[in-house]
């Protein structure tokens, strides 16, 4: 059942892998800050809405790096490239 294929997309500019992997982690986040609020387990909580808070604040300036790139023509030639070699 192994596949050769990278969890991290080689099609997509960089930006638009870190907007999303920021959004998944801060979802993940959020609902651990919100199941330790109201497990009244403060510590944690502040932890994880820290991270929430960090994760939303790099998806918001990756995104609007990824439409930056988008409205400029950046990303209209796009190839399948290895992720050290892929545009941002």
Do not use: H
Not at 65 to 72: E, P, R, S, V
């Amino acid at each position: 059942m192994s596949s050769n294929r990278s969890f991290i997309p080689t099609d997509k500019p960089r930006f638009w892998v870190v907007g999303v992997l920021a959004g998944l982690v801060g979802l993940a986040a959020g609902l651990l800050a919100f199941a330790a609020a109201w497990s009244d387990l403060q510590a944690l909580s502040a932890i994880f809405k820290v991270v929430f808070v960090a994760c939303w604040a790099v998806g918001v300036f990756s995104w609007v790096g990824f439409m930056a790139g988008m409205l400029t023509g950046k990303y209209s030639g796009i190839a399948d490239r290895p992720w050290k070699e892929q545009v941002w």
